[in-house]
C-alpha cells in the first residue's frame, strides 16, 4: 500500500504531462521519382527541395531514381515501380490514348526545350530549309510528324545514340536536342556554339510534365498535394536562390555533371523561362501550373495530324490540376 499514496499523488500531474507532450511523430510517406535523366539541372525543383529538407518537413520520404536512353518511365509508373515520373505533354498523351493508366499532374517545363542543333555556318536558317535534310533524332519524335505536316517537309532521319560525336564530326548534320544541354557539351568538344530550331519556334508547343499512376492518384491525394507544393517551392529557390544544395546532390547522383555545366544549364532555364512561362503572364506562380486550354489545343492538333483518333483522350482524363496549389 505505501506505493500507492505517491502513485495516486502524482497521477494527475502525470496525466496532464501527458496530454502536453506531442504525438509520435508519423513515419514519412515513401515516394519514389524516376526521373527521365540523368540527374541535370532539368530536375532542379526535385533535388533542391531534397536537399533543403522540403520534401522531409512534408511529411515526405523521397527517391529519386536517375533514368537516361533505357529509362522507362511510363511502364515504372502505370505498373507501381515508381509512384510518379517525369516525361513530355505529348508522348504521354499517346500513350494514354492507348489506355496505359496514368495522370498528367504537374509541369516541369512550361515549354519543353526540345529542337533542332544546326551548325553555325549550316544554310539551313529555318524550318523550311530541313527539306531533304538528313536528322539525326528519335524516330518516332511527333515533332518531325508536325514539321512533315506543316511545312511539307520530307527529312531522313538516322537514329541518335545521345552522343554528340556525330554531330561534331560532320559539318552538315543536324541533330534533335535540349537547348539547355548539348551546346554545352559541344562547345566543350571543341565545336562552335550551335544554333538552334526549337520546337516553340514552329507553333509546336509541348510541357515536361510530372505524370502519377490514377489509381495511385485517387487513394494518395494529400501525398501528391503536399510533394508538389514541395516541388514547387524547390523549383522557385533553385532559380532565385542558391542553386548549391540541388548543384552538390546532382554531382553525387551523375558524376559526370561539372560546375560548368550546372551553372550553363541553370542559366539556360532561366534564360529561356522554361520553369516560369514565355509566354506574357509567366512568373514564378506559373511554375508547376497546367493550363487546359493548351491540352485541348494540343489534343486537336494530334488528331490533325492523325497521331491520335479523335475522342481517343480528352484533357478532363489526360490532366489534373487537383494537387496544385489553390
Not at 514519412?28 to 526521373?35: G, H
Not at 551548325?119 to 508536325?146: C, M, N, Y
Request: charged residues 20%; hydrophobic residues 45%; glycine residues 10%.
Amino acid at each position: 500500500m505505501r506505493f500507492l499514496r505517491p502513485f495516486a499523488a502524482g497521477f494527475g500531474c502525470f496525466t496532464a504531462l501527458t496530454l502536453l507532450l506531442p504525438a509520435a511523430e508519423k513515419a514519412p510517406f515513401k515516394l519514389i521519382v524516376q526521373l527521365d535523366w540523368m540527374a541535370e539541372p532539368e530536375h532542379g525543383g526535385f533535388y533542391q527541395a531534397q536537399a533543403r529538407g522540403w520534401f522531409r518537413e512534408a511529411g515526405l520520404d523521397v527517391t529519386l531514381i536517375p533514368g537516361g536512353p533505357g529509362a522507362h518511365v511510363m511502364p515504372s509508373v502505370a505498373t507501381g515501380r515508381a509512384h510518379i515520373g517525369q516525361a513530355g505533354d505529348i508522348d504521354t498523351l499517346l500513350q494514354q490514348a492507348e489506355g496505359l493508366p496514368v495522370v498528367q499532374f504537374a509541369a516541369v517545363f512550361q515549354d519543353d526545350p526540345a529542337g533542332i542543333l544546326v551548325h553555325a555556318d549550316s544554310p539551313v536558317r529555318r524550318f523550311e530549309d530541313l527539306q531533304g535534310k538528313t536528322i539525326i533524332a528519335r524516330p518516332g519524335w511527333p515533332f518531325l510528324a508536325f514539321l512533315k505536316k506543316k511545312y511539307g517537309l520530307n527529312v531522313n532521319i538516322v537514329a541518335q545514340n545521345f552522343s554528340s560525336a556525330a554531330f561534331l564530326g560532320n559539318r552538315e548534320a543536324l541533330q534533335q536536342g535540349y537547348n539547355i544541354a548539348e551546346p554545352y557539351h559541344i562547345v566543350q568538344a571543341g565545336g562552335q556554339q550551335p544554333r538552334f530550331l526549337s520546337t516553340w519556334d514552329a507553333g509546336f508547343r509541348g510541357y515536361a510534365v510530372l505524370v502519377t499512376g490514377r489509381r495511385f492518384a485517387r487513394e494518395h491525394p494529400a501525398e501528391l498535394t503536399a510533394f508538389t507544393r514541395a516541388y514547387i517551392r524547390g523549383w522557385r529557390d533553385y532559380l532565385e536562390g542558391d542553386p548549391a544544395p540541388a548543384h552538390a546532390a546532382m554531382k553525387q547522383a551523375n558524376a559526370s555533371n561539372t560546375d560548368g555545366f550546372l551553372a550553363f544549364s541553370r542559366q539556360a532555364i532561366i534564360d529561356e523561362r522554361l520553369v516560369t512561362g514565355r509566354d506574357a503572364d509567366g512568373g514564378t506562380a506559373k511554375i508547376g501550373r497546367l493550363d487546359p486550354a493548351r491540352f485541348a489545343a494540343q489534343i486537336a492538333l494530334l488528331e490533325e495530324m492523325g497521331l491520335l483518333a479523335k475522342g481517343k483522350v480528352t484533357t478532363a482524363t489526360a490532366i489534373t490540376t487537383e494537387f496544385l496549389p489553390k
